[in-house]
């Protein structure tokens, strides 16, 4: 008995497929037809199942079922066309010849959409909390008779299209028997296709209201080529998280009510070289040395151009590909928190950059950025704004702000730029701008925006922070949403940092008439919840380095930079220091460069270092610096007038999580020279430790000290019934803590 071939096409009866417009077959011949599925793949008629599928320049297709091949026939412009018998559809494949190479592919024309209706809804609705799942691409497994099926799912919005279809290296980035079906009113557009795999590189090509055809990144690209190229990739989850203490951990604590030292970092120029896994084996013991609680990377989604330092981006979903892959970016994250140090994520939903291939004009409209031409731009930095009333463009945003903390595990949010989103009049002159509907120069859309954003966070995610980089007065930025207020946990004090910065660049003698500009963040210190930054932004575009910021010799300059830092550290509030700072970085930062990491071979430079390392464990260890930061039950003045001396003398107290109550006195001289027994009011008489001396000479100091411990007598000085003579350092701080014994 001789065995058939049972793909041989076999003789079948004549059959009369459903029948299609001839207009409708031309566009759906060269991808130009909004729903190919209507007439691409299986549909039953009356005398059986016909199938069409788009081969151009193909010699012969056939139709292979679990029961034989049918010959297709030619019918239009590169369509073919079978009935296959029967009053149900079969799995399938498609069998096709070009001259002598025949192979046998499946359809991505039987499959089902891998949206669902609810999706489609909540997207509208602009309310899918897991829009990273549904749009973009997604590896997809099916099963059936003819075996199993990989392959990748595309989704992308864009409603104003009047064609979508998908290209890539697995098509000959040639669409045209790779069109995507469209989702109805929703504005998405859909394709599942059979033998795609992780690592693809692709597009979409959108055909714009004028019939021209753009090429465009996948806005919700979970990975990217290596800038400068452009496409998109495909890609899936496969790191096994360990942080999983962590996680527990954190969905119990408040982050705002505990100590916060951050440590700001740009990836690129820490180390140049490393990657994320490099990143993982020399930053986090780095970190972890130095005592910092948590790391605060620069903008790590993808964008075109380095110089921009990450904040315009073009793949808000996809970490930067310059230094590896998303899962290695997962493994850094969770490196950190396997060393019990949290991650804070700059990000960047003000605006967007220009770029014809990624989300500008991207369905050949003002599709996510705002239309009105007088809010749709940012005149400072040439990129468009967001279109923050738009219900799909605001989830789109509130959705990104999830996929990090959710998918990559990260700790807390610092928002970039929130006062352009504030003010309909931000950096725009008279007749640049119009007011909203009530007259004012508020943007109620982008208020609105921020506090879904930071409502829905907080909801979703709990032990994690929203930080605002937000430069004026703005009233309650962290105060809640239900009181009015935009819902950050903190926002970053530009006005402490200005101050600060204005002071110290005064020569020592004349800082007795600057003492206000020291004071002055007490009045309003407890009127938000505060970060101190020493940011990036301080020591670029000529600003020079932060330790050429101290006047006098490379001496003063490294004492003041440890007087500095005992301020920041004990002054109200959460704090911040730009990588670099903690070891005296004497060059302005560039980030084509790494690190002078070559300074630390000088003993003053890694005094410094060492006393960052014990400020922060003292910190840490102290509750009376962290528990009570945004109270005035946490800070009372001893001396805030002492200008003539230029020193500040004041108390923090709080009670740690285990009920005991802590006690710190801190006095800070920011005078070029010391002052011998200086007297200090303290709330009681009797031994007192000194805890922190910035002059000792581990640090680089010149021993200026109390031998660690000092005696207070029962003598009222500043309005305390009890006082102390001290030896207080030049350009230093002392610390002291009741003894225990």
């Given at each position: 008995?001789?065995?058939?071939?049972?793909?041989?096409?076999?003789?079948?009866?004549?059959?009369?497929?459903?029948?299609?417009?001839?207009?409708?077959?031309?566009?759906?011949?060269?991808?130009?037809?909004?729903?190919?599925?209507?007439?691409?793949?299986?549909?039953?008629?009356?005398?059986?199942?016909?199938?069409?599928?788009?081969?151009?320049?193909?010699?012969?297709?056939?139709?292979?079922?679990?029961?034989?091949?049918?010959?297709?026939?030619?019918?239009?412009?590169?369509?073919?066309?079978?009935?296959?018998?029967?009053?149900?559809?079969?799995?399938?494949?498609?069998?096709?010849?070009?001259?002598?190479?025949?192979?046998?592919?499946?359809?991505?024309?039987?499959?089902?959409?891998?949206?669902?209706?609810?999706?489609?809804?909540?997207?509208?609705?602009?309310?899918?909390?897991?829009?990273?799942?549904?749009?973009?691409?997604?590896?997809?497994?099916y099963s059936g008779p003819m075996g199993d099926v990989e392959g990748v799912a595309f989704a992308v919005w864009a409603p104003n299209a009047r064609a979508v279809r998908v290209v890539g290296d697995f098509n000959y980035w040639d669409g045209t028997a790779s069109a995507m079906r469209s989702l109805g009113s929703s504005g998405v557009w859909e394709l599942f296709i059979p033998g795609v795999?992780?690592?693809?590189?692709?597009?979409?090509?959108?055909?714009?209201?004028?019939?021209?055809?753009?090429?465009?990144?996948?806005?919700?690209?979970?990975?990217?080529?290596?800038?400068?190229?452009?496409?998109?990739?495909?890609?899936?989850?496969?790191?096994?998280?360990?942080?999983?203490?962590?996680?527990?951990?954190?969905?119990?604590?408040?982050?705002?009510?505990?100590?916060?030292?951050?440590?700001?970092?740009?990836?690129?120029?820490?180390?140049?070289?490393?990657?994320?896994?490099?990143?993982?084996?020399?930053?986090?013991?780095?970190?972890?040395?130095?005592?910092?609680?948590?790391?605060?990377?620069?903008?790590?989604?993808?964008?075109?151009?380095?110089?921009?330092?990450?904040?315009?981006?073009?793949?808000?979903?996809?970490?930067?590909?310059?230094?590896?892959?998303?899962?290695?970016?997962?493994?850094?994250?969770?490196?950190?928190?396997?060393?019990?140090?949290?991650?804070?994520?700059?990000?960047?939903?003000?605006?967007?950059?220009k770029d014809e291939w990624a989300l500008a004009r991207f369905d050949g409209t003002a599709l996510y950025e705002d239309p009105d031409p007088q809010r749709g731009e940012h005149p400072d930095w040439g990129t468009y704004v967001f279109n923050f009333g738009r219900n799909e463009v605001r989830n789109f945003l509130v959705a990104n702000a999830l996929y990090w903390l959710e998918d990559f595990?990260?700790?807390?949010?610092?928002?970039?730029?929130?006062?352009?989103?504030?003010?309909?009049?931000?950096?725009?002159?008279?007749?640049?701008?119009?007011?909203?509907?009530?007259?004012?120069?508020?943007?109620?859309?982008?208020?609105?925006?921020?506090?879904?954003?930071?409502?829905?966070?907080?909801?979703?995610?709990?032990?994690?922070?929203?930080?605002?980089?937000?430069?004026?007065?703005?009233?309650?930025?962290?105060?809640?949403?239900?009181?009015?207020?935009?819902?950050?946990?903190?926002?970053?004090?530009?006005?402490?940092?200005?101050?600060?910065?204005?002071?110290?660049?005064?020569?020592?003698?004349?800082?007795?008439?600057?003492?206000?500009?020291?004071?002055?963040?007490?009045?309003?210190?407890?009127?938000?919840?505060?970060?101190?930054?020493?940011?990036?932004?301080?020591?670029?575009?000529?600003?020079?380095?932060?330790?050429?910021?101290?006047?006098?010799?490379?001496?003063?300059?490294?004492?003041?930079?440890?007087?500095?830092?005992?301020?920041?550290?004990?002054?109200?509030?959460?704090?911040?220091?730009?990588?670099?700072?903690?070891?005296?970085?004497?060059?302005?930062?560039?980030?084509?460069?790494?690190?002078?990491?070559?300074?630390?071979?000088?003993?003053?430079?890694?005094?410094?270092?060492?006393?960052?390392?014990?400020?922060?464990?003292?910190?840490?260890?102290?509750?009376?610096?962290?528990?009570?930061?945004?109270?005035?039950?946490?800070?009372?003045?001893?001396?805030?007038?002492?200008?003539?001396?230029?020193?500040?003398?004041?108390?923090?107290?709080?009670?740690?999580?285990?009920?005991?109550?802590?006690?710190?006195?801190?006095?800070?001289?920011?005078?070029?020279?010391?002052?011998?027994?200086?007297?200090?009011?303290?709330?009681?008489?009797?031994?007192?430790?000194?805890?922190?001396?910035?002059?000792?000479?581990?640090?680089?100091?010149?021993?200026?000290?109390?031998?660690?411990?000092?005696?207070?007598?029962?003598?009222?000085?500043?309005?305390?019934?009890?006082?102390?003579?001290?030896?207080?350092?030049?350009?230093?701080?002392?610390?002291?803590?009741?003894?225990?014994?």
């Amino acid at each position: 008995m001789t065995m058939t071939d049972v793909t041989a096409p076999k003789p079948v009866p004549a059959r009369t497929p459903v029948q299609v417009d001839p207009w409708v077959l031309a566009d759906v011949a060269y991808a130009r037809y909004y729903n190919p599925h209507e007439v691409l793949g299986a549909h039953v008629g009356d005398e059986g199942v016909t199938i069409r599928t788009v081969r151009h320049l193909a010699d012969a297709v056939s139709i292979v079922t679990a029961e034989g091949a049918y010959p297709a026939e030619h019918e239009q412009e590169g369509i073919w066309v079978a009935v296959v018998p029967g009053d149900s559809v079969p799995d399938y494949r498609v069998k096709v010849t070009y001259g002598e190479e025949t192979t046998t592919v499946d359809d991505p024309y039987r499959y089902l959409p891998t949206l669902g209706d609810m999706d489609t809804y909540l997207i509208s609705e602009g309310r899918h909390e897991g829009l990273w799942d549904v749009l973009g691409a997604h590896v997809k497994h099916y099963s059936g008779p003819m075996g199993d099926v990989e392959g990748v799912a595309f989704a992308v919005w864009a409603p104003n299209a009047r064609a979508v279809r998908v290209v890539g290296d697995f098509n000959y980035w040639d669409g045209t028997a790779s069109a995507m079906r469209s989702l109805g009113s929703s504005g998405v557009w859909e394709l599942f296709i059979p033998g795609v795999g992780i690592g693809a590189r692709y597009k979409f090509e959108l055909c714009f209201g004028d019939g021209s055809w753009h090429q465009k990144a996948d806005p919700l690209a979970r990975a990217t080529e290596v800038p400068p190229a452009t496409a998109s990739v495909v890609t899936d989850r496969f790191h096994e998280w360990g942080d999983d203490d962590w996680m527990a951990k954190r969905a119990t604590s408040d982050p705002h009510a505990g100590p916060m030292s951050i440590y700001e970092v740009h990836i690129g120029s820490w180390r140049q070289g490393l990657g994320y896994r490099g990143l993982a084996e020399e930053l986090v013991p780095y970190v972890k040395e130095a005592g910092f609680t948590h790391v605060e990377f620069l903008p790590v989604a993808e964008h075109p151009f380095g110089g921009s330092w990450g904040y315009q981006v073009t793949g808000y979903y996809a970490p930067t590909a310059r230094f590896g892959t998303p899962d290695d970016f997962r493994y850094l994250v969770d490196q950190l928190h396997q060393a019990g140090i949290g991650v804070i994520l700059d990000w960047v939903p003000a605006h967007f950059p220009k770029d014809e291939w990624a989300l500008a004009r991207f369905d050949g409209t003002a599709l996510y950025e705002d239309p009105d031409p007088q809010r749709g731009e940012h005149p400072d930095w040439g990129t468009y704004v967001f279109n923050f009333g738009r219900n799909e463009v605001r989830n789109f945003l509130v959705a990104n702000a999830l996929y990090w903390l959710e998918d990559f595990h990260i700790d807390g949010l610092r928002v970039d730029a929130v006062a352009s989103m504030l003010y309909l009049d931000y950096s725009r002159k008279e007749g640049q701008w119009h007011p909203n509907q009530f007259g004012g120069r508020e943007n109620l859309e982008a208020i609105n925006f921020l506090q879904e954003a930071t409502a829905t966070a907080y909801r979703k995610n709990p032990g994690t922070v929203m930080i605002a980089e937000e430069s004026t007065a703005w009233p309650g930025v962290t105060a809640p949403t239900e009181y009015g207020g935009l819902g950050f946990g903190l926002k970053w004090n530009m006005g402490w940092m200005n101050d600060t910065l204005r002071y110290l660049d005064e020569e020592p003698i004349n800082r007795r008439y600057h003492h206000g500009e020291l004071t002055f963040s007490l009045v309003y210190a407890f009127s938000e919840q505060f970060v101190l930054p020493m940011s990036h932004d301080e020591v670029v575009h000529g600003k020079g380095s932060l330790l050429s910021k101290m006047p006098g010799d490379p001496w003063q300059e490294l004492a003041g930079m440890r007087a500095l830092f005992a301020y920041q550290w004990s002054h109200p509030g959460k704090q911040l220091l730009f990588m670099g700072q903690e070891f005296g970085q004497g060059a302005e930062w560039n980030a084509e460069n790494s690190l002078d990491w070559w300074i630390l071979d000088d003993p003053g430079h890694q005094g410094l270092l060492h006393l960052v390392s014990d400020l922060n464990r003292f910190y840490t260890d102290s509750p009376a610096l962290w528990a009570d930061d945004f109270s005035h039950r946490g800070f009372e003045w001893i001396e805030a007038g002492d200008g003539d001396h230029n020193v500040l003398s004041y108390l923090r107290k709080g009670t740690g999580p285990d009920g005991r109550a802590d006690l710190v006195v801190c006095i800070v001289n920011f005078a070029g020279t010391p002052h011998e027994d200086y007297r200090v009011g303290l709330p009681f008489a009797g031994d007192w430790d000194e805890v922190i001396n910035t002059d000792a000479p581990e640090y680089g100091g010149s021993g200026v000290d109390n031998l660690g411990h000092v005696e207070a007598e029962e003598l009222p000085w500043n309005g305390r019934p009890a006082s102390v003579r001290l030896r207080v350092p030049p350009l230093g701080a002392v610390f002291l803590r009741p003894s225990q014994n």
